[in-house]
């Protein structure tokens, strides 16, 4: 059994608002491994959830937004399981006191490969991020909507301490713009300037305002890591920078 609320955070850590559509779903001891990457190839992401009563297996998602749409029907605690057709398992099914959905899997050879973040795990830079913060920044965000850019910088607080500068809309000289400040834990440089994908960024803290722990690493060479923990679940995300 699994509660439809997990699931459905499961889904949107990798959904994105409807930006990754198809994943392969990897089942082995119970534990549920996704990996992912964004069209644009700006971003590449992983999710492990500990807690999934599914046999060992590797299952295609073609549909994500269907998927979603059954699942929406249901209530409570579900159950899940699968229909083999042969040695394959061609549908997931859903069910819960009074529905039985059936979802057709797809064939993981139609599933876009993805690959994996092989890169170094040094970061120059490291911030603690509660929820407020994640919701200030997805309101900065909001707030300018057709700008699609993040530019992060240092900034020194009143009192001298480090932190990093957030700002939206600063990839253009006389557009609007909205800073937000985090607190930094590492910060072992102090000039630099690097540009991400706003959009991208607003859509991973959205899906993730609920983590009970989360963290942003950030290394010079233009790539910024995100973690987010919520119990049973860890989903990572890296973005590289952006080149304007």
Known sequence: MIPKFELQAVINKYYLNGLIEAVKWEIKDDKLNIKYASPSREMLGELIYDKINLPESTVGISNTTQLIKLLSITTGDLMLDYIKNGKTFS???ISDNQFNVSYTLADILTVPKTGTYTGPEEYDVESNVDSDTITALIKAKSALPESTTVVIKPYESISGDAQIELMFGGDVEYANKVSYYVPTTVNKKSDYELHFNSDILKEI???????T??????????LMKLEFYEENIKSTYYIVKRND
């Open 205 to 211: 803290l959205s899906s993730n305002k609920d983590a």
């Open 91 to 93: 549908k997931l099914i």
């Open 213 to 222: 722990k989360a963290k942003i690493h950030i290394n010079l060479e233009g």
